[in-house]
C-alpha cells in the first residue's frame, strides 16, 4: 500500500519569537497520520513574504501528494499566504466571484458583530478573494475561505490560522479526500503498558518478527505505548499484528488495547461501578484534579478533594495526624496513606487517591531525592501505596506522579 | 543594527504521527529570540535519513548565521543526526577522542543506574563519539554530548532531544555565544495589560509613532501585552519606546512593565507581605493550585485549598451554605464570594481565591452561558467577585479562569 505524503507549513512570526506555540501544525499532522499519510515535513515560517516563497517552493520540491498551509489568511498587512502561494507558483492573482461573495457575507457578520462599518470591514477583507489562478475557495468557518488548489502532483491547501477555523475547515478536507479514495486502508491497534519500560518492549520487538507492520514506540511517565499499523488487506501483516499484540500481552503489563488512556479508563471504570473519586494532592498542587476535569461530565465521578500543600492542610482538612508527619515526614507512605483515606472520610467519595512527594529542583535529600512521590489509594480495598522516583524536571516529575495516581486506581478498579 | 538570523531543525518521527507535541522548537526559538536573533525556520522533520540530509541542505542554503538541531541523538537505530549532518556536509564520521571519553564515562553511570552490563550499554552509545569531521563535542547533560561545527558562515550545534539536556546545553552555547558578542545589543520593554482588549491597543499603536522600534502584540485570557525591541545605542529608537509606554500606561490598564507575570507578580507580592494564599476552586478542578505552584518555592506563599467540584463538597468543605447554592446556584456571585471566604476559614491562609463557573462544553444556558466565570477573593479587604464570559474551548475557559482570578488577587495586592 502506498501512502500518501504530506508537507505542513505553519505560518506566524509569533511562533518563531516566543510569543505562541504552534498548536495547528501538529493538530494537522495528527489527523492525517491518522488517516494513513505519511508527513515529511512541519515547517514554521515568518510572516516574511521571501522565506514564505521560499518555503513553499521547497516543499513543492519534494512533489508531496498533500500540501496544508496554515495561517497568514487574514485582514492585516501581515497576512501573506495568498500572495507567497501565488508567488511560488507563478500564478497570477485574481478575484474570484464565490470567494468575493464569501468574504462579503463574512464581511458583514464581523460587522455588525463588532458594530463596525461594513465598508470599512471590506476594506480590509477585500484582498480574501483575490486567489492564485487556479484556485477554488473553500468555506470559511470564520472571516477567512480557504483555498484549494492543485500543482502537479501536489494538492494544495491553505487555511486559516485561527485554531477553530482551521479544525473546522480541515476537518473537511480529510473528509472530502477519504470519500474520494486519497488515503489508504489502514488498520491500527494501540497498546498501552504501565510499569515495564522501554527495554523490555524492545525485546519484544526483537524477539517477534514484524517486518509487515509500521511499529512506533512511545514513553512517559511509566507507561510505554505501541503503534501498529499495517494494511488490513494483508494477512501476512494481520496475523503478524496479532501475533505481536499477544506477546506484549504476554510478556509485559498491557492496560489498554481498545486506544483508552488510563484517564478515560478510570472515568468509564468509576461511570460502570456508579462510584465517585476525591483527590488528596500535596506537590502537584492541584493537577490531579485538573486532569480528571479535563473532560466534559467529569462532575459525574468525580466529586472533588482537597490540595493539601502546607503540613498545615494536610492536619486541617485531611485529618492527617501532627505525630505522624513529624516521625515520616510529609513525603512518605504513611502519610500518602494517610491523605487517601483523609480525603475519602472528609468527601464521602468512594476512592481517594493521594500525592506527596518531592518535586524539585530543590527540598531532595540523599533518604529522600528530587523526583521521590509516593501515590496512595484508599476505599473499600485495602489502602495501598506505590513509591516512584521519577527523572525530569519539577514539571515531568508533577505530570508523571499525576498518571501513575490514576494507575493505581486504575489497577483496583480492574480487580 | 544586524539581527543574526538563527534556523532550528527539530528530528523526531513521533512529533509528525501525532504521538508527541515538539516542545524543544518553541524552547530554542525563544531562547534565541529573547537575545535577538531573528528565528527563519523551525522545520520538524521525521528520523529519514534522505529527508533530514535534504532539508539541512535547504536551511544551510540560506546561510543563517546559527543552525541549532535537536533530537536524533541517542543510542538507537532512529538516531540519525550525525550521520545526517556529515551527509549534508559531505564530511567523513570519526571516532572523537574527547567525545568517547565522554561516551564511555556516561555510559558507565547510565549502566550502573538501570543495572545493565557497561559493555552492553557502550555498543548502543559507542557511535555517539563517531561525529563528522571539524566536531568539537559538547559536555553531555545525559547520555550523548553535542556537537560545535563551522559551516561556512553558519555555526551549528546539534542536541539530544531530551527536554532537559538539551534546555541545559542550550543556555551553555547561548551564554557562550552571548559573551562572544554573537547577539547585537538588545533593549526590550514589556508592557503588560488586562481588561482592555487588543483594539483599545491597536489605537494606542496608530497614534503613537514607533517605526524605530520592533513591536509585537500578544493576546489571551484578558490580557494584552505589547512587547517592544530596539537598538539600545539608538536615541531615537529609546525616545519613541519611552514614549510609547507612557502612551500605554495612560490609555490601558497596565500590571506589569517589568517582564513579569501576573503569577510572579502574586507570588512576590505575598512573599513581600509575609500573606499567604489558599485556594477554593469548582470548574478549574484544581488548576489554579497547579499553576501557583508551577514555581519552586510557592511553598511560602501558598498553603493549598479545596476543589470543590460537586456542591456536596462546597458545602462540606467549605461551608457554602446549601441555601445559597439552592437559591443562586453553584455558578454565581454568591458562590463564589462564599467559596472564597470558606477557603480562608478552613485554611487560614491569609487570601482566598474561589472560581465557580461553565466550562463547557455542555451545561450552559441562556442566562448562565459556556464560559461565564466567577472569580472571588476573600481577605483582609472586602470580599470581591468578578464576572467573566470567556470565549474558547473548555480547555481554554480554564485557563483564562485562572489568569482572571490571579488578577483579582494581584489587584487586590496592590492596592
Redesign the interface.
Known amino acids: 500500500v502506498r501512502r500518501p505524503r504530506a508537507a505542513i507549513l505553519v505560518s506566524g512570526?509569533?511562533?518563531?519569537?516566543?510569543?505562541?506555540?504552534?498548536?495547528n501544525?501538529?493538530h494537522i499532522?495528527?489527523?492525517l497520520?491518522?488517516r494513513g499519510a505519511?508527513?515529511?515535513?512541519?515547517?514554521?515560517?515568518?510572516d516574511?513574504l521571501d522565506?514564505l516563497v521560499?518555503?513553499l517552493r521547497?516543499l513543492l520540491a519534494?512533489a508531496p501528494d498533500l500540501l496544508v498551509v496554515s495561517g497568514g489568511l487574514g485582514s492585516t498587512h501581515d497576512d501573506l499566504t495568498l500572495r507567497a502561494v501565488a508567488d511560488a507558483l507563478a500564478r497570477p492573482l485574481r478575484e474570484h466571484p464565490a470567494a468575493r461573495t464569501m468574504v462579503e457575507e463574512r464581511s458583514a457578520v464581523v460587522a455588525r458583530r463588532r458594530g463596525l462599518r461594513y465598508e470599512d470591514v471590506l476594506e480590509h477583507t477585500a484582498k480574501l478573494a483575490r486567489l492564485p489562478l487556479g484556485s477554488v475557495p473553500l468555506a470559511p468557518a470564520g472571516l477567512a475561505p480557504g483555498i484549494a488548489l492543485r500543482e502537479g502532483p501536489t494538492r494544495v491547501y491553505a487555511l486559516p490560522g485561527v485554531p477553530?477555523e482551521l479544525e473546522t475547515m480541515l476537518a473537511a478536507i480529510v473528509d472530502e479526500l477519504a470519500s474520494g479514495g486519497f488515503f489508504p486502508p489502514l488498520a491500527e491497534r494501540v497498546v498501552r503498558t504501565f510499569g515495564g519500560g522501554e527495554?523490555q518492549i524492545a525485546a519484544i520487538l526483537e524477539a517477534v518478527s514484524h517486518e509487515r507492520l509500521e511499529v512506533?514506540v512511545?514513553a512517559g511517565g511509566g507507561e510505554v505505548s505501541v503503534?501498529l499499523r499495517h494494511d488490513p488487506g494483508d494477512a501476512d501483516a494481520c496475523r503478524q499484528a496479532a501475533a505481536l499484540v499477544a506477546s506484549i500481552e504476554a510478556g509485559a503489563a498491557v492496560f489498554s488495547v481498545d486506544g483508552r488512556s488510563v484517564d478515560r479508563i478510570v472515568a468509564d471504570g468509576l461511570r460502570a461501578r456508579g462510584e465517585t473519586l476525591?483527590?488528596a494532592?500535596?506537590?502537584?498542587?492541584?493537577?490531579?484534579?485538573?486532569r480528571?476535569?479535563?473532560v466534559?461530565?467529569?462532575?459525574e465521578v468525580?466529586?472533588?478533594?482537597?490540595?493539601?500543600?502546607?503540613d498545615?492542610?494536610k492536619r486541617?482538612?485531611l485529618d492527617v495526624p501532627g505525630g505522624l508527619l513529624a516521625q515520616y515526614g510529609a513525603v512518605s507512605e504513611a502519610a500518602a496513606a494517610a491523605m487517601a483515606e483523609g480525603v475519602v472520610a472528609?468527601?464521602?467519595a468512594t476512592h481517594g487517591l493521594a500525592i506527596t512527594g518531592v518535586?524539585?529542583?530543590?527540598?531532595g535529600s540523599g533518604e529522600k531525592p528530587v523526583g521521590l512521590v509516593f501515590v496512595g489509594r484508599a476505599g473499600p480495598s485495602p489502602t495501598e501505596v506505590r513509591r516512584h522516583v521519577f527523572p525530569?524536571?519539577?514539571?515531568?516529575v508533577?505530570r508523571w506522579a499525576v498518571t501513575a495516581a490514576l494507575h493505581l486506581l486504575r489497577e483496583a478498579l480492574s480487580s
Open positions: 512570526s509569533e511562533l518563531l519569537d516566543g510569543r505562541r506555540r504552534d498548536t501544525g501538529h499532522a495528527s489527523q497520520s491518522a505519511t508527513v515529511d515535513h512541519l515547517l514554521v515560517a515568518p516574511d522565506v521560499a518555503d521547497f519534494a477553530h527495554l512506533a512511545t503503534v476525591a483527590t494532592e500535596s506537590c502537584t498542587g492541584g493537577l490531579l484534579g485538573g480528571v476535569t479535563e466534559p461530565g467529569s462532575s468525580y466529586v472533588g478533594g482537597v490540595v493539601a500543600y502546607s498545615d492542610l486541617r482538612l472528609v468527601s464521602g518535586a524539585g529542583p530543590a527540598g525530569g524536571d519539577r514539571a515531568e508533577r
